[in-house]
């Protein structure tokens, strides 16, 4: 399924013992952990790119919390995935989503991110999914119509390439923060959901939404990774306990071709 990211190259990479090869010869290994890093030097512009590993501890701290479950709950069943699936999340970050869907639905997983310290934490984590450090915004690693699932959890969208991978029966699943998210952090929020219906409307069609809501007591260290590893403003005041509300909107969009008419 992978295929090689060199430049004019894709052709199919195959697993050799601790790294994976194309027919040319171009070989990437296989991390200790068990990622494997396809990001080229062209495809960064930084020398760490995504998440530091302070945004990717923080996140981890909130998810182990058990305070963002729900939004996992509501994503898990719109998704309704089972064994047959393969499921690509595109922007895994630290795994969370995509490991335990995997685990509730017996599916077949693949993350791919731009973060090394998000990716290795994610393979450490949940061995049984595959893991890939890449730049999904330029493009996803894999070979034509591989998946019958793609997710994009609060994670930048690529609908070109999430078409090009996704089966004409597949499924893609979106989601955005709600305008009511982490609203006693940084205010109201923007909506979203007509501009991202709009950024993929050219090769998909929204097949239903939903708006998952919950809210958790966090204490000032909480606080404090949440402000870690959330890109969006956050007031500047000191950290101190407080009831936080996470919420997301959920699309799940059908390929055109595929759309139930």
């Known amino acids: 399924m992978l295929v090689c990211p060199v430049r004019e190259c894709s052709l199919a990479l195959v697993r050799e013992d601790r790294r994976v090869v194309c027919a040319k010869g171009h070989s990437f290994d296989v991390a200790r952990s068990g990622y494997i890093n ?7 512009k930084s020398k ?3 998440d530091t590993m302070a945004a ?12 963002t479950a729900p939004l996992l709950a509501g994503i898990a069943e719109m998704l309704v995935a089972g064994p047959e699936d393969v499921l690509l999340d595109a922007g895994c970050g630290d795994g969370f989503y995509l490991g335990n869907l995997a685990e509730f639905s017996g599916c077949r997983a693949h993350g791919v991110d731009i973060s090394i310290p998000a990716v290795d934490a994610a393979a450490k984590r949940y061995p049984a999914c595959e893991w890939i450090v890449a730049n999904a915004d330029r493009a996803v690693p894999y070979a ?7 997710t994009s959890i609060t994670a930048r969208m690529n609908p070109e390439e999430f078409r090009r991978v996704l089966r004409d029966d597949g499924r893609l699943l979106v989601a955005i923060p709600a305008p009511d998210d982490l609203i006693e952090l940084r205010g109201v929020g923007r909506e979203r959901v007509e501009k991202t219906v709009e950024t993929f409307a050219g090769d998909f069609v929204l097949e239903s ?6 809210s958790g007591e966090l204490d000032a260290a909480a606080v404090e990774d949440l402000r870690h590893s959330v890109y969006r ?6 950290a101190e306990a407080m009831r936080v509300t996470f919420s997301l909107d959920l699309l799940l969009f059908h390929p055109k071709r595929a759309a139930i008419e």
């Open 209 to 214: 939404q939903r708006r998952v809501t919950t």
């Open 56 to 67: 990717v501890s923080g996140r981890r701290r909130l998810h182990d919390s058990g305070v």
């Open 38 to 44: 396809l990001l080229q030097p062209q495809d960064k």
């Open 144 to 150: 034509d119509g591989v998946f019958s699932i793609v």
């Open 48 to 50: 760490q790119p995504g």
């Open 233 to 238: 403003p956050m007031q500047a005041a000191p």
